[in-house]
């Protein structure tokens, strides 16, 4: 077990709808990303927070948007949802100095 | 850019069989390299990884080190279990960036 935990687990969501998936990071951890993993592929860099500031983004429209909190937790935030949105959502966290990051278990989202 | 190609599966393995999954990157600068696996339903486990040239990273009997001359990580190991089936992603990171990730490869042990 990593420390990282996500919710929700699983998700199903309306097109058009919107979505806001949790992450809590591991202890001591102050970077969090985002990833999107669509059936059957690799995950993609959605993007990252940084002590509470966007320091990194992927190939994402800007209706992909996120949050960091004090306490460096994170929000994925996904407007005006498509089909093609359906997939795990994985929070990864990592120390400052680390180069390795932890996983959660991620968060289905099936969009109809 | 970076990026990160793996072979293509899925691989077919008996028990106690020799197992390799090919790993290639193209990188700027000297990046992080790692492998994780992923079981059905859940999220990535850390499986090794290796920071610089010529590190080899090893767990659970698997082994990968980092080539820097053929821009490789393959990962090996000598006898496989059933409960080795999973899918696994070689991946990259520099250093304070995000990490770059393969389509994966999918490994099925028969008893």
């Known amino acids: 077990e990593t420390g990282v935990t996500q919710s929700p687990t699983h998700l199903i969501k309306t097109r058009g709808q919107q979505v806001t998936l949790r992450c809590s990071s591991q202890?001591?951890?102050?970077?969090v990303s985002w990833y999107q993993q669509a059936l059957g592929q690799g995950p993609q860099f959605i993007f990252q927070y940084y002590r509470e500031e966007e320091n990194g983004r992927g190939n994402f429209p800007p209706r992909f948007s996120g949050l960091q909190f004090p306490n460096y937790s994170s929000e994925l935030n996904v407007n005006a949802l498509e089909l093609d949105d359906s997939a795990l959502y994985l929070c990864?966290?990592?120390?400052?100095?680390?180069?390795?990051?932890?996983f959660g278990q991620g968060t289905r989202l099936t969009v109809v | 850019g970076n990026s990160v190609t793996q072979m293509e599966g899925p691989v077919t393995l008996s028990e106690e069989a020799f197992l390799t999954i090919n790993c290639t990157y193209t990188a700027t600068g000297y990046p992080s390299l790692f492998w994780y696996v992923q079981y059905p339903g859940e999220g990535l486990q850390l499986l090794l990884k290796a920071t610089k040239a010529d590190d080899k990273g090893s767990n659970k009997g698997f082994e990968a080190t980092y080539r820097k001359e053929t821009t490789s990580f393959h990962l090996e190991k000598g006898s496989v279990q059933v409960s080795d089936s999973a899918v696994y992603f070689c991946?990259?990171?520099?250093?304070?960036?995000?990490?770059?990730f393969g389509p994966g490869t999918r490994l099925s042990v028969l008893p």
């Open positions: 202890s001591g951890h102050n970077t």
């Open positions: 991946a990259l990171r520099p250093r304070d960036q995000n990490f770059v």
């Open positions: 990864a966290s990592s120390p400052v100095d680390g180069t390795e990051a932890f």
